[in-house]
């Protein structure tokens, strides 16, 4: 195991341990441990070298590996690692965008999120092959992007996302000034699951222990994310099909479910809730009983709609059989969280990287046989609602029995010097992962976040291949990916 | 006279109202309160008063078309029985001429789509016109049928249905209103062909069709759109409305349909998903099935015992 170093999630280790391998022999030791990629970046290492990252992820044994590899000034291509492992291609796309180290012979070697100007599309060519060209600027309250379809009559055969017009260098700006307000500003409807992220890293990296009931209320908020972006992405799904029953509905259920977050911390989105040591309000009996009121208002009304729409034929034509993505597919490209989860992959980083309230609230995975389709991908989401719901019930119970605890633990710890931490959260859309490196002056010196929509962008495109070009919006909105994530 | 005067008001006024109701009517499914049911009108004098943006690659044919689709359907308008099957315009034409001046409103607004070059406008005026060609034999057959059976080819002879017909009468009407009403919602670009709402370009019909008209233009386009929702079902009122009634009662009547019909819209949006755009062919040839019950009803009561 000298070619790996193994870890944990929220788990520091020392720079030095990290091995460095040659590039060929990296490529071989990736495909021999054959483990999904989370993260694969670059970082400059002086001199005009450049170090490159691989982190593996285990989903059965909750085991990280990590590994990396130094180009030299004048190494300026190695051979692609995606023409064996497809799930690399983002990530070799992003390293070769960021550093100019390129990937021979990989298959579609696109800017990421820079350099647009020189992005060429794929085209077809023949008389009935039409292209349709959608944005960046959308109607409609959403972040930019540009979609081009290769049409044939109304059937997509082709869809092409040219995303990066949100590009502000979240990863710089994190190294001159990191805090709490940075951290759930990235991406605007995961504000708990970046907070904790970076909470949990910049703990880890300063030893600050925090409190179990600090723990049991970010797991909370979490879900109380989980479950009010979730509802809110039925009813978008609703009202895409222009089934406005399921819009109102959904639509005056999520705001139930936000404006009790809004009574726990003063926002609606849970800004300012999480912050590094532990989290900013306790909760007291009296908002926890109502909060407990409210949320089983919330499942029944979502439960009841959730079945009128399932009984609705109208509804059900559109949703079934609509932009599929198959299992093998998902785990070729590298399908992550809900998007994996709705194929049939069974990731979830709460379970599969947990913490000790997974054993101890009893809280199980449960496996979700989706295949693929938008109606999949709304049932998982009903399914995961209710779960989130039970989740929040056992820590409201839970929470009675640490009354005394402090909500948050003060330090004034420094980063220990030369260490490197992963710390996974897995968000409404999927893992979120950011990874924290310090110098010998006990600074950020590299500081790597990976969305799930960076996974999942590829993943809406081949789901809409064969679907008419009117079912766009309706696979979109299922996935529901965030472009600020991707852009960083 | 006087019926003719009042016609003409409820055909310049009325179809904003039936777009309020049917707005009002998707509101209170969804249990909100909505806008009031003048709104409509509210939106189409707010727009008379706007300034123009008009696409540079735009030709003539932009600038006159809302005119030319507002005129078409006005004109048409002319030539329906209305309230108390009065027509405003009682000229010895049959309905070829009303089905053919419609036609010219939607070839220019189908063109004016096309000139403007984006890609989602031709995408809808290619929809529009798949749907129309489907449509327009459907409507031909129904009130052709009616006509056959009254030996008559104006539309004074909707009425008429059930005095000739006899037991046969109810069931063609029946059929034929069914017909005329999908046509509604085919027509007006409602649920489940259409999304009115939606402000996604790649799933509209209708609506992405006029995405480059503003100000007047895009008021007039509205306003056509919703009159020729009033023209049909004023077809449909005058199937049902028995000949025998009093003028007033008659007038009572004739908005209480088209009141209902409103309502009925309002109440399919509300409770249904919009079908997939591949399947609305399917939905479009329902329209042409009833059409041909209609037929052969007809055929059965003239040729058949």
Redesign the interface.
């Known amino acids: 195991m000298t070619n790996w170093v193994k870890t944990k999630n929220n788990t520091k280790i020392n720079l030095a341990d990290i091995p460095v391998l040659d590039i060929e022999n990296l490529r071989t030791e990736v495909k021999a441990l054959n483990k999904r990629p989370v993260a694969f970046f670059g970082k400059d290492w002086g001199n005009g070298n450049v170090r490159l990252f691989v982190i593996l992820a285990d989903d059965t044994s909750g085991d990280l590996y990590v590994s990396s590899t130094i180009f030299g000034n004048l190494q300026k291509s190695y051979e692609s690692f995606t023409q064996d492992i497809p799930s690399f291609h983002i990530f070799e796309r992003e390293f070769y965008e960021d550093f100019g180290i390129e990937p021979l012979h990989h298959p579609w070697l696109k800017p990421v999120r820079k350099n647009q100007d020189d992005y060429t599309f794929f085209e077809m060519q023949g008389e009935e092959v039409?292209?349709?060209?959608?944005g960046p600027i959308h109607?409609?309250v959403i972040e930019p992007g540009h979609f081009r379809f290769m049409c044939n009559g109304?059937t997509v055969y082709h869809l092409e996302i040219m995303l990066g017009y949100q590009h502000k260098g979240v990863e710089e700006l994190m190294l001159k000034k990191h805090s709490n307000q940075l951290a759930e500003s990235i991406v605007g409807d995961s504000v708990i699951a970046y907070n904790t992220a970076y909470s949990q890293i910049v703990e880890t990296l300063k030893d600050i222990k925090i409190s179990d009931k600090a723990q049991l209320i970010r797991k909370l908020a979490l879900e109380m994310e989980r479950a009010a972006i979730h509802i809110g992405d039925l009813g978008a799904i609703?009202g895409?099909?222009?089934?406005?029953?399921g819009?109102?509905?959904f639509g005056?259920t999520r705001t139930l479910v936000i404006n009790t977050m809004l009574e726990f911390c003063g926002s609606r989105f849970g800004r300012g809730f999480v912050t590094v040591g532990g989290v900013n309000f306790d909760l007291s009996d009296e908002i926890m009983e109502k909060a407990k009121k409210t949320l089983d208002k919330v499942e029944k009304d979502v439960d009841r709609m959730v079945k009128t729409m399932l009984k609705?034929s109208?509804?059900m034509?559109?949703l079934e059989k609509?932009g599929t993505v198959s299992t093998e597919r998902a785990m070729e490209t590298g399908l992550v969280g809900m998007a994996a989860r709705a194929s049939g992959v069974p990731i979830d980083s709460r379970f599969d990287y947990p913490d000790k309230w997974m054993e101890k609230l009893n809280i199980n995975k449960k496996v979700f046989n989706g295949i693929g389709d938008v109606n999949s991908r709304f049932k998982l989401r009903y399914k995961e609602i209710k779960e989130s719901l039970d989740i929040i019930r056992k820590i409201f119970k839970e929470l009675k029995n640490l009354k005394s605890e402090p909500v948050l633990t003060y330090s004034d710890n420094d980063f220990t010097k030369d260490s490197f931490a992963i710390s996974i959260v897995e968000g409404w859309r999927g893992e979120v992962v950011h990874i924290a490196m310090t110098d010998d002056n006990g600074k950020l010196s590299r500081y790597k976040i990976k969305d799930p929509s960076f996974n999942n962008w590829f993943g809406l495109a081949l789901a809409v291949r064969n679907n008419?070009?009117?079912?766009?919006?309706l696979c979109n909105k299922s996935f529901n990916l965030s472009y600020s994530g991707n852009d960083l | 006279m006087l019926i003719k005067l009042l016609n003409l008001l409820i055909l310049l006024l009325v179809p904003f109202l039936m777009m309020g109701v049917i707005r009002k009517t998707?509101a209170f499914?969804?249990?909100?309160k909505g806008c009031s049911i003048f709104q409509p009108l509210w939106d189409f004098t707010k727009l008379i008063k706007k300034d123009f943006v008009i696409s540079k690659t735009t030709s003539a044919v932009f600038k006159i078309s809302p005119v030319v689709n507002l005129s078409a359907v006005l004109a048409a308008a002319l030539l329906v029985p209305m309230s108390a099957g009065t027509i405003i315009l009682n000229l010895p034409v049959g309905f070829v001429l009303f089905a053919y001046i419609l036609g010219l409103g939607k070839f220019f607004s189908l063109i004016s789509a096309m000139d403007t070059g984006s890609?989602?406008e031709g995408?809808g005026a290619s929809r529009e016109a798949c749907f129309t060609t489907i449509v327009e034999p459907a409507f031909f057959i129904v009130i052709a049928s009616i006509m056959a059976m009254t030996g008559n080819v104006t539309f004074d002879s909707l009425s008429k249905i059930f005095t000739n017909t006899g037991s046969y009468g109810i069931l063609i009407a029946i059929f034929a209103v069914v017909a005329l009403f999908l046509m509604i919602l085919i027509e007006g670009s409602r649920?489940?062909v259409d999304?009115p709402?939606?402000?996604?370009?790649?799933?509209m019909i209708h609506e992405v069709m006029i995405l480059d008209n503003s100000a007047l233009d895009l008021a007039l386009f509205s306003w056509a759109n919703s009159i020729k929702m009033l023209l049909i079902s004023s077809l449909i009122a005058n199937i049902i409305i028995p000949s025998s009634l009093s003028q007033w009662a008659s007038v009572l009547l004739y908005l209480f349909v088209i009141f209902a019909i409103s309502v009925i819209i309002g109440t399919i949006?509300?409770?249904?998903?919009?079908?997939?755009?591949?399947?609305v062919f399917e939905f479009v040839f329902v329209m042409s099935s009833f059409a041909l019950v209609v037929l052969s009803l007809v055929v059965a009561r003239m040729f058949g015992g």
Do not use: C
């Open positions: 039409h292209q349709v060209a959608v109607a409609g109304e609703a895409d099909i222009a089934y406005l029953m819009a109102s509905v005056a609705n109208s509804v034509s559109r609509t008419g070009v009117s079912d766009f919006p | 998707k499914w969804g249990g909100r890609s989602f995408m649920v489940p999304d709402t939606t402000h996604l370009e790649l799933t949006e509300s409770g249904m998903a919009r079908i997939r755009m591949s399947h």
